[in-house]
């Protein structure tokens, strides 16, 4: 079935009322859970998984054992792996080169030629 078109009502009442571009609908975040219920939502929780698991397995409804099964599925198996593309270049910057840029940095602010060269790295003598 096909939505009808907003009546000119409707588009002026939504338009009154939607948040200004950029603007938070709920600028203060979301309302921390009490303390109380956590530590209750805790002690019940192992009853509940007991539950769960008794009705995987001996429910005589199919949507039940499903949900069921997806339930506990859901918390023991991790979501499938994603692809995901990094670029851009890696820099290895030890101490000497960072003492270096320094120095070239304040030979630019004063004026100064200073003469400063990275040292070798000590963990990489096997590579020169």
Known sequence: MAKRPMTAKQLANL???????GKSGNPKGRT?????????????????????????????NDMVR???????????????AQKVDVSGEI?????????????????????QVIEAKPLPDPDNHHLQ
């Open 66 to 80: 499903l949900k069921a099964n997806e339930l506990i599925l859901s918390y023991n198996l991790s979501k499938a």
């Open 91 to 111: 820099h290895h910057n030890h101490t000497s080169d960072l003492i270096a840029k320094a120095a070239k940095a304040r030979e630019i602010i004063e004026g």
């Open 15 to 21: 338009q009154k009322n939607q948040f200004p571009k």
């Open 32 to 60: 921390p859970t009490p303390e109380e219920l956590k530590i209750s939502a805790a002690e019940m929780s192992p009853d509940a998984l007991k539950e769960v698991q008794r009705l995987a397995k001996t429910s005589k």
